[in-house]
T-cell receptor, first 113, second 111 residues
Framework: NAGVMQNPRHLVRRRGQEARLRCSPVKGHSHVYWYRQLPEEGLKFMVYLQKENIIDESGMPKERFSAEFPKEGPSILRIQQVVRGDSAAYFC???????????FGQGTRLTVV | RKEVEQDPGPFNVPEGATVAFNCTYSNSASQSFFWYRQDCRKEPKLLMSVYSSGNEDGRFTAQLNRASQYISLLIRDSKLSDSATYLCVVNGGGNTDKLIFGTGTRLQVFP
């Protein structure tokens, strides 16, 4: 009974490279959320997706960030041309329906050097 | 006004104490409410959902006050292992209904 799986757990990228973060939701869950957390700060909402649809991306930076949740396969958060300020923990959560409780993966810790 | 507001704390309490956290939310259309717990550098974990009638799970009691738009969490007989950050979570209501997290209240239980 696998929970939310995120990979990689740790990712190091040089400035200007691309970072791809993957999230496989709980089996049967069709809703995925991505959050970013800086050290000593709270979770900041980034994007909310359902299968093949972006429902709310109001928390996504306008440039360099994109997310998808295809019909098959994991959800992907993509950060192009990373900068030092992108270093953070990125958490993915999934839920079975709108408004239901969400379950989190262990996160991907991105470090930009 | 923030969508979800919590006192950041820290709350420092001795073992065995009772401690209560409050959280206020701004969107009266919100319908789902939760408390999560987050340990240092770990993922948030669902502690309990919050129902209109209030609900209890062992030493934990959650209450919802829709009129005043706040929810509360009461922890009785605090244990050292309760030390963590407690996150208030509200669904956004409206068209997108995303889950919105408060910044958390930090609890430290000491011997």
């Amino acid at each position: 009974n696998a929970g939310v799986m995120q990979n990689p757990r740790h990712l190091v990228r040089r400035r200007g490279q691309e970072a791809r973060l993957r999230c496989s939701p709980v089996k049967g869950h069709s809703h995925v959320y991505w959050y970013r957390q800086l050290p000593e700060e709270g979770l900041k909402f980034m994007v909310y997706l359902q299968k093949e649809n972006i429902i709310d991306e109001s928390g996504m930076p306008k440039e360099r960030f994109s997310a998808e949740f295809p019909k098959e396969g994991p959800s992907i958060l993509r950060i192009q041309q990373v900068v030092r300020g992108d270093s953070a923990a990125y958490f993915c959560a999934s839920s079975r329906q709108t408004g239901a409780e969400a379950f989190f993966g262990q996160g991907t810790r991105l470090t930009v050097v | 006004r923030k969508e979800v507001e919590q006192d950041p704390g820290p709350f420092n309490v001795p073992e065995g104490a009772t401690v209560a956290f409050n959280c206020t939310y701004s969107n009266s259309a919100s319908q789902s409410f939760f408390w999560y717990r987050q340990d240092c550098r770990k993922e948030p974990k669902l502690l309990m959902s919050v129902y209109s009638s209030g609900n209890e799970d062992g030493r934990f009691t959650a209450q919802l006050n829709r009129a005043s738009q706040y929810i509360s969490l009461l922890i009785r007989d605090s244990k050292l292992s309760d030390s963590a950050t407690y996150l208030c979570v509200v669904n956004g209501g409206g068209n997108t209904d995303k889950l919105i997290f408060g910044t958390g209240t930090r609890l430290q239980v000491f011997p």
